[in-house]
Nanobody, 119 residues
């Protein structure tokens, strides 16, 4: 059974930092492109960052460039999202997602972890 389990969310003051973790099980982790999405109340889910399966190429949405860093540890089946200089507009539920490197869409999802940034 494939599972993605996020952790590390919480309440933080503006300007603070959090690190999210997502542990994957039941899949060959090194084959999968991993990503973090987020969804704020009343808004569509958006891709925050992704990291490729082989060489670790990263992509970020413009609003988090220079503040967030996605990384992965294939030996631990884990992907991370380091979030620095957090802003109230980063408040959302953050989801870990995975897609096979041969697939075009993300079809594996975690349950999400809440991140709340106070002003």
């Amino acid at each position: 059974q494939v599972q993605l389990v996020e952790s590390g969310g919480g309440l933080v003051q503006g300007g603070g930092s959090l690190r999210l973790s997502c542990v994957a099980s039941g899949l060959t982790f090194s084959r999968y492109v991993m990503a973090w999405f987020r969804q704020a109340p009343g808004k569509d889910r958006e891709l925050v960052a992704s990291i490729s399966s082989r060489v670790g190429t990263t992509i970020y949405t413009d609003s988090v460039k220079g503040r967030f860093t996605i990384s992965r540890d294939n030996a631990k089946n884990t992907v991370y999202l380091q979030m620095n200089s957090l802003k109230p507009e980063d408040t959302a539920v953050y989801y870990c997602a995975a897609r096979d490197r041969a697939s075009a869409s993300y079809d594996l999802w975690g349950a999400g972890t809440q991140v709340t940034v106070s002003s």
